[in-house]
């Protein structure tokens, strides 16, 4: 009898123990997309914009978005762009990164390869590698093209962005001032990310 009793509670101890290191995953842990017109969405329903842009193209354009709430932050599975002409090759490439700060300057992570640009279409570029983000933080999506004849989409209202005076896909640590601000703009780009 006390041999049963002794097993009994053994048993109880190792299944009490295992409930405190099992993680429980909440819900809505896939991929879903941030930026004008996508905050947090499972499908990718950001915000094609009205304007043309081709002037910046070959510099890097940002704009802004916040993270959701999970609180272990998440993992930046890919960045996107819509672009409506395209040059052609080797000029059809495309970068990106992230930076923090207001305005923006410091990098957190970029690609580690290229995407090839496609017309009136959003293009994607799943090369981030180990890159995470905090929860509830506003970063920005910075992309790069070589190539002028790269036409961005851009909104004249919406989540500012901007633009730096450096050749396309140039991702230094700490972006130089000034700063050459694109307006209110908020160009036709977004990050995917998954919860950690």
């Known amino acids: 009898m006390k041999q049963i009793?002794?097993?009994a509670l053994l048993a109880s101890c190792c299944l009490a123990q295992t409930a405190i290191v099992v993680k429980h995953k909440s819900a809505g842990d896939g991929?879903?997309?941030?930026g004008p017109g996508?905050?947090?969405?499972?499908?990718?329903?950001?915000?094609?914009q009205a304007t043309d842009q081709a002037s910046v193209s070959r510099y890097p354009v940002g704009t802004s978005f916040g993270t959701g709430s999970n609180i272990a932050g998440y993992n930046v599975d890919a960045c996107g762009v819509y672009q409506s002409t395209v040059a052609a090759s080797p000029n059809n490439a495309m970068r990106c990164a992230i930076y923090?700060?207001?305005?923006?300057?410091?990098?957190i992570c970029e690609v580690t390869a290229d995407a090839t640009l496609v017309?009136?279409?959003w293009t994607e570029n799943a090369s981030f590698a180990g890159c995470t983000l905090n929860a509830n933080t506003t970063y920005w999506i910075f992309s790069g093209t070589p190539s002028n004849s790269n036409t961005y989409r851009r909104a004249a209202s919406g989540t500012g962005g901007y633009y730096f005076g450096l050749g396309s896909e140039v991702w230094p640590s700490?972006?130089?001032?000034?700063?050459?601000?694109?307006?209110?703009?908020?160009?036709?780009?977004y990050v995917r990310l998954t919860a950690r």
């Open 5 to 7: 009793l002794i097993f």
């Open 31 to 34: 991929s879903l997309f941030y």
């Open 38 to 48: 996508c905050n947090g969405t499972a499908a990718n329903i950001c915000a094609v």
């Open 100 to 107: 923090a700060g207001n305005p923006p300057t410091t990098k």
């Open 119 to 121: 017309a009136n279409s």
């Open 174 to 189: 700490v972006f130089r001032t000034p700063i050459t601000p694109s307006g209110t703009n908020a160009y036709s780009q």
